[in-house]
């Protein structure tokens, strides 16, 4: 079974440029989240979709961040402008819909913000 | 209040040796899931072990046993005869059932090093 795919793995932008991030999630998980983690801590909840709509976007700072899972498959996670601050892994994972089932993660999207 | 604790910001530990990773948790719902994750240099979070709070047994998975204690609310996973490759970021997380959208809520985390 495929795993959660990310791309790209490493991205270095420069502060006011934007920048997108893809994840494909495993085959019939209904449920995609995106990370933000920043180092030495845990990871923190963007945005959570089921399916193509959203669940939670309470904590995606709305101003600069968006994200979209137009078929209810794929997403795409975009910053635009980046700030320093912003200089993170991205984190995508999947799941099916229950409180026993586990979160699996992609490999992440390594961001530095120059 | 914070609902995931890992009072362990780091450990050295040695090879071969059994490890125990504390975290404790705080919840009013009365279902709830419990589960471990390890994050090594590479970056992807790996699920370890998961623990259901109805679950009467303590989980295992191979090398991986969740010391789950209820009544304290602690959930401290034991890794038994550690090796090298076992040195990561460990994190605690936990679901409760009364919210919605399965959420997950994350410790801080735990720095296990294996030292040869």
């Known amino acids: 079974e495929a795993g959660v795919a990310q791309s790209p793995r490493y991205k270095i932008i420069e502060k006011r440029q934007s920048v997108a991030f893809w994840c494909n999630p495993i085959s019939g998980h209904a449920t995609l989240y995106w990370y933000q983690q920043i180092l030495g801590q845990g990871p923190k909840l963007l945005i959570q979709f089921q399916n193509n709509g959203v669940v939670d976007d309470s904590q995606l700072p709305k101003d600069r961040f968006s994200a979209e899972r137009l078929k209810g498959v794929d997403s795409t996670l975009k910053i635009q402008p980046a700030k320093l601050e912003d200089s993170a892994v991205y984190l995508c994972?999947?799941?099916?819909?229950?409180?026993?089932?586990?979160?699996?993660f992609g490999p992440g999207t390594r961001l530095t913000v120059l | 209040a914070q609902k995931i604790t890992q009072t362990q910001p780091g450990m050295f530990v040695q090879e071969k040796e059994a490890v125990t990773l504390d975290c404790t948790y705080d919840t009013s719902d009365q279902s709830y899931g419990l589960f471990w994750y390890k994050q090594p240099s590479s970056g992807e979070m790996i699920f370890l072990i998961y623990q259901g709070s109805y679950d009467e047994q303590n989980a295992t998975e191979g090398r991986y046993s969740l010391n789950f204690q209820k009544a304290r609310k602690s959930a401290n996973l034991v890794i038994s005869a550690s090796q090298l490759g076992d040195s990561a970021m460990y994190f605690c997380a936990m679901r409760e059932a009364k919210v919605s959208n399965y959420q997950l809520i994350w410790g801080a985390g735990t720095k296990l090093i294996i030292k040869p």
């Open positions: 994972a999947s799941s099916l819909v229950s409180r026993d089932n586990e979160q699996f």
